[in-house]
């Protein structure tokens, strides 16, 4: 099932890849079939390989707004982990982190949906190494220092504030998901909104809410890392060297899930 969430992930990244690959020869197409592999861990590896100038690596997390719900007083937590990336690391104060990014020219994101928490950077081929260091300490290690949480209460609601007053379609999607789902686990989770609510967003900007919840979604079962550029032995390599931390057999999120459930 992940396999093919990522498998239509990397066909919705690839479209604009596609077209510049259109004139290529039959033998050039046909390298760019997706390749998949599962390490030991759990770690899901996906690869689609093109000789473009620039590569994208993504690490995805099955660590949406719907499975906020497996987790304690975690509602509104993605909302929150997506503003939160960028935040100092283990290796990267903020401004050193947004220093060294900016140095290579590269673009970092995050994204969530109901399904899925995304980390990604865009990065030209000749600065790989230090991009996928980067992508691996902002998606896997996280310091959350409170000092710095305290400042993304105004972009949360911000958020809050642009999608009541502005954006009416996400507002309808919203409360469609809201209607159409029973809510918390009995609904899958699928009833849980992609904001933050107000009343929660100082409760979610702790290092305790955040930390608990990484601990039982962000983990090597529950993941998936996607190269954009890269073949699959490439891509294993970056694994290797730069995402340790989820290459350990007992990295599955069981123990962190049965303790923040009980």
Same mark, same amino acid.
């Given at each position: ?5 990522? $498998? *239509? ?12 690959? $259109? ?9 760019? /079939? ?93 600065? *790989? ?22 400042? =993304? ?8 504030? =642009? *999608?009541?007053?502005?954006? /009416? ?35 979610? *900007? ?25 073949? =699959? ?30």
């Amino acid at each position: 099932k992940m396999a093919m969430g990522f $498998r *239509l992930l990397l066909q919705s990244r690839s479209a604009s890849a596609a077209a510049a690959l $259109r004139g290529h020869n039959a033998s050039s197409s046909a390298s760019s /079939q997706p390749e998949f592999e599962r390490l030991q861990s759990g770690l899901l590896l996906a690869a689609l390989p093109h000789d473009r100038a620039t590569v994208r690596v993504t690490l995805g997390f099955q660590a949406g707004a719907r499975h906020e719900s497996s987790v304690a007083a975690a509602t509104g937590v993605s909302h929150a982990l997506r503003r939160a990336a960028g935040l100092s690391t283990r290796r990267y104060t903020e401004h050193g982190l947004s220093r060294v990014v900016s140095q290579m020219g590269a673009q970092l994101d995050a994204q969530t949906d109901r399904e899925l928490l995304l980390y990604s950077l865009g990065v030209r081929r000749d600065h *790989l190494a230090t991009g996928a260091r980067v992508l691996a300490q902002v998606s896997t290690e996280p310091e959350f220092f409170p000092w710095e949480l305290s400042t =993304l209460a105004e972009q949360l609601n911000l958020d809050i504030d =642009l *999608l009541a007053r502005h954006d /009416q379609t996400a507002q309808l999607l919203e409360l469609v998901h809201e209607a159409a789902f029973l809510p918390g686990a009995a609904g899958g989770g699928l009833a849980n909104s992609l904001y933050c609510s107000p009343h929660r967003v100082a409760s979610v *900007l702790s290092t305790d809410a955040l930390a608990q919840f990484r601990a039982a979604r962000c983990v090597a079962s529950q993941a998936t890392l996607v190269g954009h550029g890269l073949d =699959l032995e490439e891509l294993r390599e970056v694994a290797h060297q730069h995402f340790g931390a989820l290459l350990a057999p007992n990295n599955t999120g069981d123990a962190a899930a049965a303790a923040s459930s009980a």
